[in-house]
Every structure is written in C-alpha cells, then in structure tokens.
DNA sequence: ACTATTTCCTGGATGC
DNA sequence: TGCATCCAGGAAATAG
C-alpha cells in the first residue's frame, strides 16, 4: 500500500534513474481502466518527451516532461497494487501490465497493477496540485486549525486527502499511536496540545519510515525492485493481539471508515 | 458543507 | 486438491 514514504521512496528511485531519458515509443494495454486521460493523449503526450525529473505529490508520482508541444506532467497514482518497474526489454512482462514506456537508453518503463485501483493522466498546460497540505511540509499552525470543529474522528480526517495528501491506513495508526490519542476521538475534541503531539508524530514516523525506504507490505517494492524496511518498525499496524511495544497491553483492531485502525488501548486515550 | 457508506478489483489466506 | 468465501484499502461516487 503505497503512501507518502513508499512514493517517495519511488519517486525518487524513479528520478534517480530516469531522469534524462527520453520517452521513444508507449503501448498501453486495451481495456485499460485506468487512465484518467484517454489512452491516445497519453501516447501522444509521453511519444518523443524528455524526462526532466520525477517527484513526489501528495500519494501521486509526477514526471515533469519536456515535449515538443511544451511542458507537460505525467501524473501517476498507484494505488493499492501499482508498480512501476524499470526493465531491460528482454525481461518478461509481469501479468497486468498495463503501459509500457520505451526509453531511449534501451530501458522500459512499466506500469503494473494487478487490482487497478491506480490511475493515470496527463496534463499539459496546468500544474498537478495535491488536494491537500504535504504532512512534511505544513506548518504546525495550519495543521492545528484544520481540524478545528470537525465531528469525524481523528484517523478519518488524517485519511482524508483534502486536508493532508500522503497519509495512509498504516502511517495515520503509527502516527495516532506515538500520540497517544484513539482513532475514534473527535478531531474538534483534541486540545491544541494533542494536535501539537499529533503533528510531530506524523513528522517523526514520516521521516523514519522514508529513511527505512518505505513499509513492505504484500506486493510493495520501489523502482529497482527493493523492499522497504518500515514494517519492521511498526508497533501497531496488523499487530492485533500482539503486546504493545510500551505497556504489553493486547493491540486492539476496531474498523472505522472501512479501514481496520490499530491501537493500543491502554496508551490511548 | 460535512460526514458516512458503498463501490471498484484481484490475489492470498482460510476453512471445509 | 479443490472450491468457496473473506479480506486487504485509496479514493470516487453516492446517500444522508
């Protein structure tokens, strides 16, 4: 499950080894749902663009392109399953391939993703803006206030894109947990102080989980392939009845908006 | 304007 | 071994 460590980590593998080339040829797949824009821009678009950079917004990947026609941005979103992969053109292609980039350097870049929740577009002439505030960079004054007077509960207005782009399910439990604060308690009942815990908690397991390179968790894997080490370092996400790293109360698990949100019942509150 | 719920989708795990 | 069922969840769509 890709979210803002595991872009990130992605993003800038991505950069890291594909900034420069030049995008030659693509083929999309038939059918292919994801794409935001119709598969023919997409090819028309991305056909003959050089790659200025790759980076990170919000939970989307952006490549920055110079095309004949201008600059333009290749949007990606991943998802729950998307990957991009840099292959050699030899290599077999991974079920569910969905678009395949040709790279002047003789490389491929594919998009796979088996479940197709990720998306794909491309813009030209406008600038791809997260809907929301970057966890990273928001100021602990603007965070605070953004969640003055909302009824939903703390980890659904940390899932909700609009107010912070690049939390997940795995980053808003770990976060809650170095907080001390429950997953149900009411945004609008948290005190100033709890925000500012709150805040510093998602700076923290932000910054440690992209050191680690992301959370591997079933299928995720960055640019070349590797696997992140953040899942290591998680205390309570999937860890249900297992003892809290801190107290050795039992991990609870309680589904709220859907998702199953982890917490230990003692440490709290 | 908010909030809550449902839907999409497939692979892996589980149970019989 | 094989088959059915359940579960994972990001975000858009829908309902309240």
Redesign the pocket.
Known sequence: ???LPEVETIARGLHKRLAGDRIDEVWIADKS?LLKSPAYEIARVLRGAQIERFRRV???IVGDLASANGPAQWVI?????GRCLVCKPSEEHA??THVIATLASGRELRFVD????G?LEVLEGREFAA?GEDPITVRAERFVQMFR?????IK??L????LL??????Y?DESLFRAGIRPRR???SLTRIDLLKLYSAIQQVLAEAIRAGGSS???YVDATGQSGLFQLEHRV??RTGQPCVVCGTGIK?V??????SHYCPRCQR
């Open positions: 499950m890709p979210e749902e919000g939970k989307h979103h991943l998802g729950m399953t079920k569910h088996p479940r197709r929740f998306r809907p007077g909302r009824k939903t509960p659904s207005a899932l909700n894109q609009s782009s690049g939390i997940g399910n795995i808003a009411r945004a609008a968790i079933s299928d996400y999937q698990r589904v709220l908006a859907g998702r199953s």
